[in-house]
């Protein structure tokens, strides 16, 4: 789930994951409360948890959301895991526990493994600080909108002092792992990234527009998860807020998010706008394009933060093979479209949140890059036709 701003690692371990809704690892953040080392203090939050219900701990639980969504017992979901034992363990993070679990595909009781649907099985930590807050937070948002690039959620169990969620599987894993994790021997190619970006992009276009607008708050590389066709999905709306007000610019907040995704208004402020958003997706479309993390401190002084070294040369034609895109994916794209994502990136980056594009706009700029390379493919297709009839005459 979302983390409190988190202060990078020295080693990212394959082995210490994220609560991932897929099958690859990726890695743990470490927390460290940003109103502790700057002493700001903490402001009011609105929950935006939608309810009427409480099981007598001063707990609201959401209503509405919830009768749209199954409800498992414990017992379920114990059976449809293996009793949680750890062959069925996906992951790790500050929520608690995810396990991977069998169902029935229309009914969703119980199944022998390798029958019915893999799902995803979220157990909370009781030790967890915000756990139980970011359940509700789940519920409330997946269980009010619908979209192809949002993980589904599928049900819930709140049995005594169990709290679970169960979500749809993703097969892929997550961005992050496929973008970092030193173990992938097939790096993602421009194509893929691309179509991944594309995705995302319409997943947070849709929540921006929906009818009541919700800013995801914790955008980064780890919550985007992919199916089977690398079709990205965003997950993880532990942090998700209801847009501001009729009248109102933003939503005043706790500072709680992930380093280096974060925009400057929101770490400066604890004002939350819709285009905070755009940062942070600006910074993942940064890590597509170079294939580095956003932060690493085992990188050269001066290029441990992502953005702040990149971005001088991403308005920088010169600069744009040499220095900013991956030399993984060289030949696989045409300078045109490279140089179009470079200042699409620049843009999402601004520090002034007036000067970034909306995600519809976004969205927009991503499709027509994606089309520069259909173009170019036709033109040479047509070309080659072309001389291959010369060389028959």
Same mark, same amino acid.
């Given at each position: 789930?979302?983390?409190?701003?988190?202060?990078?690692?020295?080693?990212?371990?394959?082995?210490?994951?994220?609560?991932?809704?897929?099958?690859?690892?990726?890695?743990?953040?470490?927390?460290?409360?940003?109103?502790?080392?700057?002493?700001?203090?903490?402001?009011?939050?609105?929950?935006?948890?939608?309810?009427?219900?409480?099981?007598?701990?001063?707990?609201?639980?959401?209503?509405?959301?919830?009768?749209?969504?199954?409800?498992?017992?414990?017992?379920?979901?114990?059976?449809?895991?293996?009793?949680?034992?750890?062959?069925?363990?996906?992951?790790?993070?500050?929520?608690?526990?995810?396990?991977?679990?069998?169902?029935?595909?229309?009914?969703?009781?119980?199944?022998?493994?390798?029958?019915?649907?893999?799902?995803?099985?979220?157990?909370?930590?009781?030790?967890?600080?915000?756990?139980?807050?970011?359940?509700?937070?789940?519920?409330?948002?997946?269980?009010?909108?619908?979209?192809?690039?949002?993980?589904?959620?599928?049900?819930?169990?709140?049995?005594?002092?169990?709290?679970?969620?169960?979500?749809?599987?993703?097969?892929?894993?997550?961005?992050?792992?496929?973008?970092?994790?030193?173990?992938?021997?097939?790096? =993602? $190619?421009?194509? !893929?990234? *691309? @179509?991944?970006? %594309?995705?995302?992009?319409?997943?947070?276009?849709?929540?921006? /527009?929906?009818?009541?607008?919700?800013?995801?708050?914790?955008?980064?590389?780890?919550?985007?998860?992919?199916?089977?066709?690398?079709?990205?999905?965003?997950?993880?709306?532990?942090?998700?807020?209801?847009?501001?007000?009729?009248?109102?610019?933003?939503?005043?907040?706790?500072?709680?998010?992930?380093?280096?995704?974060?925009?400057?208004?929101?770490?400066?402020?604890?004002?939350?706008?819709?285009?905070?958003?755009?940062?942070?997706?600006?910074?993942?479309?940064?890590?597509?394009?170079?294939?580095?993390?956003?932060?690493?401190?085992?990188?050269?002084?001066?290029?441990?933060?992502?953005?702040?070294?990149?971005?001088?040369? =991403? $308005?920088?034609? !010169?600069? *744009? @093979?040499?220095? %900013?895109?991956?030399?993984?994916?060289?030949?696989?794209?045409? /300078?045109?479209?490279?140089?179009?994502?470079?200042?699409?990136?620049?843009?999402?980056?601004?520090?002034?949140?007036?000067?970034?594009?909306?995600?519809?706009?976004?969205?927009?700029?991503?499709?027509?890059?994606?089309?520069?390379?259909?173009?170019?493919?036709?033109?040479?297709?047509?070309?080659?036709?072309?001389?291959?009839?010369?060389?028959?005459?």
């Amino acid at each position: 789930m979302g983390v409190c701003f988190a202060s990078p690692a020295r080693r990212q371990s394959p082995n210490s994951t994220s609560p991932q809704l897929g099958s690859a690892p990726g890695s743990r953040d470490l927390t460290v409360s940003l109103e502790s080392v700057e002493g700001k203090s903490e402001v009011s939050e609105e929950s935006g948890v939608v309810g009427s219900s409480s099981n007598g701990s001063g707990i609201v639980f959401p209503s509405e959301e919830m009768r749209r969504l199954k409800e498992f017992s414990f017992a379920e979901l114990k059976a449809a895991t293996k009793s949680f034992k750890s062959d069925a363990l996906l992951g790790e993070g500050g929520f608690g526990k995810v396990y991977k679990g069998w169902l029935h595909e229309k009914t969703l009781t119980p199944t022998k493994a390798g029958s019915g649907i893999m799902v995803a099985i979220k157990k909370l930590n009781p030790e967890s600080m915000q756990g139980l807050q970011e359940w509700q937070s789940e519920i409330n948002f997946l269980g009010r909108v619908s979209h192809p690039n949002l993980v589904k959620l599928l049900g819930y169990c709140c049995d005594d002092v169990e709290f679970l969620l169960v979500y749809e599987f993703m097969p892929k894993g997550s961005l992050e792992t496929h973008l970092f994790w030193s173990g992938n021997t097939v790096p =993602l $190619s421009w194509d !893929t990234r *691309l @179509k991944i970006a %594309i995705g995302a992009a319409r997943g947070l276009a849709y929540l921006h /527009t929906s009818e009541k607008q919700i800013i995801y708050r914790d955008f980064k590389a780890s919550n985007i998860l992919l199916d089977e066709e690398f079709n990205a999905k965003i997950s993880d709306f532990g942090l998700a807020k209801l847009g501001p007000s009729v009248g109102d610019s933003h939503v005043t907040t706790r500072i709680i998010g992930t380093y280096g995704y974060a925009a400057p208004e929101y770490i400066a402020t604890g004002h939350l706008y819709v285009k905070s958003d755009v940062y942070g997706f600006g910074v993942v479309l940064l890590e597509l394009l170079k294939g580095m993390r956003a932060l690493d401190v085992n990188r050269p002084s001066g290029q441990e933060n992502l953005v702040e070294w990149m971005k001088p040369y =991403l $308005s920088d034609k !010169t600069k *744009l @093979k040499s220095d %900013i895109m991956d030399e993984k994916i060289e030949g696989q794209y045409s /300078t045109k479209a490279a140089l179009k994502a470079a200042q699409l990136t620049l843009e999402c980056l601004q520090n002034d949140r007036n000067k970034r594009p909306s995600m519809k706009d976004v969205l927009h700029t991503l499709e027509s890059i994606q089309a520069i390379k259909v173009r170019r493919r036709k033109r040479n297709k047509h070309c080659s036709k072309f001389a291959a009839m010369n060389n028959f005459q």
